[in-house]
């Protein structure tokens, strides 16, 4: 539905964005799940909430700030990303650019979402802690990562250097904020063979490697 209503309006300047069609949609999918009554911050539900904080809202969106993923889109591919799109983050800015528009028709805004008590996370038996610079002794199936220690605006680089020397993105850890401590977990689980070298993680952080399985063959 978003893609769509992207390549419809491509942006144009914000001038055909409206609260009611387009940006009430990014709302709901990205921000309602805290910004609600009842969640972890105040509401952004509304038009009447939002339009208050426009410039607010604008700066933390344009740095990434909010959602609070804490990573660097595309260092690594995670199916849990809750970080905005840059097609989302444009949408946004032009909308607001454009004196944020409500919309005549109310009819089109989206139902409200239903929110799920969030689940707890549970550290899996054979996950791996690591500290520092590491070299795999064994193999390990990489489902994602854990930064169980890990400072407040913290910035690293982490990757693993393969024994043939290619070397894969794990994750970029951009001023990360540990209020908000959360696993990053891969579309795909990676298979380090023995020999990989783990770089890349703050001195004093601890990252927990979580175990996967191994990615069936495709017939």
């Not at 914000?14 to 009842?38: K, M, P, Q, Y």
């Not at 426009?54 to 993923?69: A, D, E, F, G, S």
Request: with cysteine; aromatic share 10%; hydrophobic share 35%.
């Amino acid at each position: 539905m978003l893609a769509v209503i992207l390549a419809v309006n491509g942006h144009n300047g914000g001038t055909n964005l409206t609260w009611n069609r387009e940006i009430s949609r990014v709302f709901f999918r990205r921000c309602a799940d805290c910004h609600r009554t009842g969640g972890s911050a105040f509401s952004l539900m509304t038009y009447a909430e939002v339009q208050p904080r426009l410039t607010q809202i604008k700066h933390q969106v344009l740095n990434r700030l909010m959602p609070p993923w804490g990573a660097v889109k595309g260092f690594g591919d995670f199916r849990n990303d809750q970080g905005l799109t840059q097609e989302e983050i444009e949408l946004i800015s032009d909308w607001i650019d454009a004196d944020a528009p409500r919309g005549n028709n109310p009819n089109v805004l989206p139902p409200v979402p239903k929110f799920s008590k969030p689940s707890n996370f549970t550290r899996p038996r054979d996950s791996l802690n690591v500290q520092g610079d590491l070299i795999l002794i064994r193999p390990f199936i990489l489902d994602g990562l854990f930064p169980e220690r890990l400072e407040n605006d913290a910035t690293a680089r982490v990757v693993a250097q393969f024994p043939d020397s290619h070397v894969e993105p794990l994750v970029w850890f951009h001023q990360y904020n540990q209020r908000f401590q959360h696993p990053f977990l891969f579309r795909q689980p990676l298979e380090l063979p023995a020999g990989t070298r783990i770089s890349g993680i703050p001195p004093g952080s601890t990252l927990v490697f979580l175990p996967g399985k191994k990615p069936s063959a495709r017939k």
